[in-house]
């Protein structure tokens, strides 16, 4: 079952920003992510999605730190009005091999809007 991570990111329309997800509740004690990830837009191509990659430095997401190949960082920008939803996963080192994924929220609202 994939799971929905509990943040929600605004942007402006037109806007870029950077996202970085901890898909550390995904991964079993010791398993890191390995491979290429990707960040699917779900139901609509309404978003650009770009520069996924896995986590390469320490990172603070949520106010708990992630280590090393336990997050997926990418950059989202759209300019028509709405909520979506991106599927984030990515490879694991796992016996047997698998996949963490969750999903995140995206919102794409007037810049007066806060997130």
């Known amino acids: 079952m994939t799971h929905k991570a509990p943040q929600t990111y605004t942007i402006p329309p037109g806007k870029l920003k950077n996202i970085s997800v901890s898909l550390v509740g995904q991964l079993e ?13 779900q139901v609509t191509s309404n978003l650009t ?8 430095a320490q990172l603070t ?6 280590a090393i190949d336990q ?11 709405g909520t979506y939803s991106i599927l984030v996963s990515c490879g694991k080192n796992s016996t047997p091999a698998g996949d963490a994924a969750v999903y995140i929220t995206v919102i794409i609202a007037d810049s007066t809007v806060k997130d």
């Open 29 to 41: 004690s010791g398993v890191l992510l390995t491979g290429a990830p990707t960040a699917v837009e």
């Open 49 to 56: 999605i770009d520069q996924v990659a896995r986590n390469t």
């Open 61 to 66: 997401i949520n106010k708990k730190t992630v």
């Open 71 to 81: 997050a997926v960082q990418l950059r989202a920008t759209g300019t028509v009005l």
